[in-house]
Nanobody
Framework: QVQLVESGGGSVQPGGSLRLSCETS????????MNWYRQAPGKERELVAT????????TYSDSVRGRFTGSRDNAKNTAYLQMNSLKPEDTAVYYC?????????WGQGTQVTVSS
């Protein structure tokens, strides 16, 4: 069955870094666009990064551009989100999403907390 498993979340001080991973199985990873979303308490889910199928093209929300880098390894069926210069407002549950056509799959999320 389809599985997306995020890892790499945790607690970090402002200015720190984390690298999230999204390991997938059960579908043809290379044909899917991979997205990273986040949801902070009391807020709507926000798309922060999109990694297109080859991995050579990525887009970012204004709030993370220049600090976050999305990537993927199609041989390992895994997507990544490198997060640098973290800010308290980056605190949220981060989700990976695989999307192609009418098919969309979600992971369970991983908590990122940025606090001094």
């Amino acid at each position: 069955q389809v599985q997306l498993v995020e890892s790499g979340g945790g607690s970090v001080q402002p200015g720190g870094s984390l690298r999230l991973s999204c390991e997938t199985s059960g579908f043809t990873f290379s044909t899917y666009v991979m997205n990273w979303y986040r949801q902070a308490p009391g807020k709507e889910r926000e798309l922060v990064a999109t990694i297109y199928r080859s991995g050579s093209s990525t887009t970012y929300s204004d709030s993370v551009r220049g600090r976050f880098t999305g990537s993927r390894d199609n041989a390992k069926n895994t997507a990544y989100l490198q997060m640098n210069s973290l800010k308290p407002e980056d605190t949220a549950v981060y989700y990976c999403n695989a999307f192609w056509g009418g098919s969309s799959h979600w992971g369970q999320g991983t908590q990122v907390t940025v606090s001094s």
